[in-house]
């Protein structure tokens, strides 16, 4: 029996200790996918919430065909999305056109940037601020590839997309963050 | 390799996706073209700023909160 086979079983008799450690280990990582999507503090801890009590709920019955993880991703991904369109019903999801390649205007080399900036409270503010105004959709596998560092195959079984998908999505992610922060820096080091 | 081509496989690149011959030409094309080496340099730079501003945590005293709320939860259910 495996470490999280022993966890299932043990929260099948309702052991609060289990629950502490399946918390303990998923908690910060459905938050973090909820508050990529959601971009709202308040939103994500009710996705927390709901993912925990589908597992409470649903643990009689869970097979474990997919590892814990990647059930608990899942059911995190489909509420926050639900949540997303009840709170911004216009919003496309699928608003990317995921052939279309973006082009690296600046072309900026930032290399140079001091440490001190390159981690500067203001610049991770710049982070945040240029990873929020990509489509959420994106976001979601931005999160798991480059924070989670979960593989190409591992983020598709979590947000139940294709692998080929993932792929087009981190690229166009990875491609547009590198663009606002090379302005951003460009602009700060007067280049 | 162009430029083009070098994006597109950007990604894959990075994550050592390619396979040998493709990962050659792109090696090749980054010993010779400024342009694409900066592109290749910042977008690691971009990836590994994401890493460290996105990892945030529940703040502790939600965390609790929403703790306690699950452990009511399964402690309720012991008694249906
Ligand atoms: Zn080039």
Redesign the interface.
């Known amino acids: 029996m495996t470490d999280e086979q022993a966890l299932i079983a043990a929260l099948r008799r309702?052991d609060?200790n289990a629950?502490?450690e399946i918390?303990d280990r998923y908690?910060?990582r459905i938050?973090?996918l909820a508050?990529?999507v959601l971009s709202d503090?308040q939103a994500a801890?009710g996705v927390?919430?709901d993912t925990?009590?589908t597992l409470?709920e649903r643990i009689d019955t869970f097979e474990g065909r997919s590892r814990l993880g990647t059930w608990l991703y899942r059911v995190a991904y489909n509420n926050a999305l639900s949540r997303l369109r009840s709170l911004k019903p216009q919003l496309d999801l699928d608003g990317f056109d995921e052939d279309d390649?973006p082009?690296?205007a600046n072309?900026?080399?930032?290399?140079t940037t001091p440490e001190e900036l390159?981690?500067s409270a203001e610049?991770?503010a710049e982070?945040?601020r240029a990873?929020e105004t990509l489509n959420p959709a994106l976001r979601a596998v931005?999160?798991l590839r480059?924070?989670e560092?979960l593989s190409?195959q591992e983020t598709a079984d979590a947000l139940g997309i294709s692998p080929g998908a993932v792929?087009v999505r981190?690229?166009r992610a990875?491609?547009a963050?590198?663009e606002a922060?090379?302005g951003y820096f460009s602009e700060r080091l007067g280049m | 390799m162009d430029c083009e081509t070098l994006i597109t496989y950007l990604s894959d690149y990075i994550d050592n996706n390619l396979d040998e011959d493709l990962a050659a030409e792109a090696e090749e094309h980054l010993r010779t073209c400024h342009n694409c080496r900066v592109v290749l340099d910042s977008t690691q730079q971009a990836i590994l700023l994401y890493r460290t501003q996105g990892k945030q945590r529940i703040p502790m005293q939600r965390r609790s909160r929403l703790f306690r709320q699950l452990e009511e939860a399964l402690a309720g259910q012991d008694c249906e």
């Open positions: 309702r609060k629950l502490a918390f908690s910060d938050y973090r508050l990529s503090e801890d927390v919430q925990f009590m409470i390649v082009i690296p072309l900026v080399d930032w290399q390159l981690g610049a991770m982070v945040s990873v931005f999160l480059d924070v560092e190409t792929k981190l690229h990875r491609l963050l590198r922060l090379a």
